[in-house]
């Protein structure tokens, strides 16, 4: 039976995985077709090797199932289908939270199940964003995010679990808030901030009174626009006062709110959203949780394609945390550090 060859970027190469291509770098030859690998051999590529993926054989379906994450598309419907379905857990909710907080447990499991794959999580939210949709989509992509970083942080599965359902119900407090404030293109009022600020409240109101409800679930929702230094709201707490569910879906909501288009913009991207992130961990959001969720993005990040304002195709090869949102690309033939081009920015992630 002929071997089918899948194409992974160095994060996903795992030890005993067989190199199906020669690969060379620069004219220089790094591994020959039959490798098998290990895990010094995937380190000491990381070192050497920036901006391809490399080719390993696939010995049947269900290797490949297990190697391949689902496709940019197969979870772009999860992601819509989820939108849809938290739309109607929040209609319910609204009804009658008290009986209807069990589904938003039962939906909060739904979404690890569904997305299980980490990789395919953390490109579809860079990718696609939440657009235009501040409320149902947001408050999937956040819950994904969350869900992520928590289990990058080491958190046990039930406390992932609880963190899911604080980040379902994070915004649902908008539903209460004038559409029209919501949607407003030129700049809020200070009434419109006023009321826009109270929809952590409104939530809050709603579940405080139930019994079943964990406490964490209550204060990650309450407290997600909380700041280190104070500068959040409603209650203005600081540093270890904030409750780390709200810490985490704090940085989630943050990236996707920069990487969507929005009514009054476009989406600035992945990398300026991590840009922000790293401000921002310096004083208002924590700094370790900021630390563990842009290197692990930064990592998915290496190896992909990306448009310049110049229309030219490059791959990014290297990230420098003090600047995020200008990397080291390569065109095919030469190197670009945007540090030292400041006319040239990147427009678009190709995935």
């Keep these: 039976m002929t071997k089918k060859k899948i194409f992974l970027t160095l994060s996903e190469l795992k030890p005993d995985m067989v190199v199906a291509e020669e690969l060379r770098a620069d004219g220089i030859l790094l591994l020959n077709e039959g490798t098998k690998l290990t895990g010094i051999i995937i380190d000491k590529l990381k070192e050497v090797y920036f901006y391809g993926k490399v080719a390993i054989y696939s010995d049947g379906a269900d290797t490949l199932k297990f190697y391949q994450n689902k496709s940019v598309e197969e979870i772009e419907e ?27 447990t039962t939906f909060a499991q739904k ?11 953390i490109k579809n939210v860079i990718l696609s964003g ?10 999937v992509n956040v819950t994904a995010l969350s869900s992520v970083l928590g ?3 080491g958190f046990s599965e039930n406390e992932i679990n609880l963190l899911n359902h604080a980040a379902i119900l994070h915004d649902f407090g908008k539903t209460k808030v004038d559409s029209k404030i919501l949607n407003k293109i030129l700049p809020l009022k200070s009434e419109d901030w006023i009321e826009i600020k109270k929809h952590p409240v409104y939530i809050y109101n709603s579940l405080k009174g139930i019994t079943s409800i964990d406490p964490s679930i209550i204060y990650g929702v309450l407290m997600h626009h909380e700041r280190l230094d104070g500068s959040g709201y409603p209650l203005g707490v600081k540093a270890d006062k904030i409750h780390p569910f ?20 476009k989406s600035l991207g992945p990398f300026e959203a991590l840009a922000t992130l790293k401000r921002e961990s310096l004083g208002k959001l924590d700094y370790e949780y900021c630390k563990v969720f842009i290197e692990h993005v930064l990592t998915f990040l290496m190896g992909e394609s990306v448009l310049l304002n110049t229309n030219k195709i490059c791959t ?12 080291l690309l390569f065109d095919g033939s030469e190197f670009l550090d945007l540090k030292n081009h400041k006319e040239i920015y990147i427009t678009k992630l190709l995935l």
């Design 246 to 265: 709200a810490k985490i879906i704090a940085i989630a909501d943050t990236f996707d709110a920069i990487n969507s288009d929005r009514i009054y913009r």
């Design 151 to 153: 289990k990058w942080l």
């Design 78 to 104: 999860i992601f819509i289908k989820l939108s849809v379905d938290i739309k109607g857990i929040f209609n319910n909710v609204e009804e009658n939270i008290t009986t209807n907080t069990q589904e938003v």
């Design 111 to 121: 979404i690890r199940e569904e997305l299980n794959s980490t990789k395919s999580i």
């Design 316 to 327: 990014v090869i290297g990230i420098n945390s003090d600047e995020i949102s200008r990397p």
């Design 130 to 139: 939440s657009g235009e949709d501040v409320i149902y989509r947001h408050s």
